[in-house]
């Protein structure tokens, strides 16, 4: 089963059960998924959809700090409720010593030694490592292990 078929599936169970959290948070993904597949003129495959819950999850991370620091107890609420419902639709994310270890790999197999062959190692760890840790995390790593 795809995880797009997944996020279909769960959208019916929330209707089922009437959980409104659920069903706002799989019809917001199903409509990025569905707007993404318009954009780019054909269906998207499990990696390219992954992104787009990467990217939806980033997007309530950075609305519950927020919320945190203004102290608005609903928004807070609401955004762990919508971190809690797109988690479990990713691929086991890699722990930072995982990608750390891939990356030293890659680095190595490009012959990277300075902070100018970011780009020869992002190139080929990207990839990879798509969908199996957050972009940012990865950016991250490598700049740390080439400087």
């Known amino acids: 089963m795809s995880i797009k078929d997944n996020i279909n599936e769960k959208l019916k ?6 959980d409104e959290d659920g069903k706002r948070v799989y019809r917001m993904i ?3 998924v569905k707007f993404a597949e318009k954009t780019s003129g054909k269906e998207l495959d499990d990696k390219e959809v992954v992104e787009i819950l990467q ?10 700090a927020e919320a945190q620091k203004a102290g608005r107890e609903e928004s807070i609420s609401e955004a762990e409720k919508d971190i809690q419902a ?8 890699m722990t930072e010593e995982e990608v750390r270890a891939v ?8 012959g ?25 995390m990865i950016s991250k790593i ?3 292990s080439l400087s």
């Not at 169970?13 to 009437?18: R, V």
């Not at 030694?113 to 940012?136: F, I, R, Y």
């Open 86 to 93: 797109i988690e479990p639709l990713l691929p086991k994310q």
């Open 112 to 136: 990277a030694v300075s902070a100018a062959d970011m780009g020869k190692v992002m190139k080929a760890a990207m990839p990879e490592l798509k969908g199996l840790a957050p972009n940012d």
């Open 13 to 18: 169970e929330a209707m089922k059960s009437h």
């Open 30 to 32: 199903l409509s990025s």
């Open 103 to 110: 990356i030293q790999r890659i680095i190595e197999e490009v």
């Open 55 to 64: 990217k939806e999850l980033k997007i309530r991370k950075e609305t519950l």
């Open 142 to 144: 490598v700049k740390e």
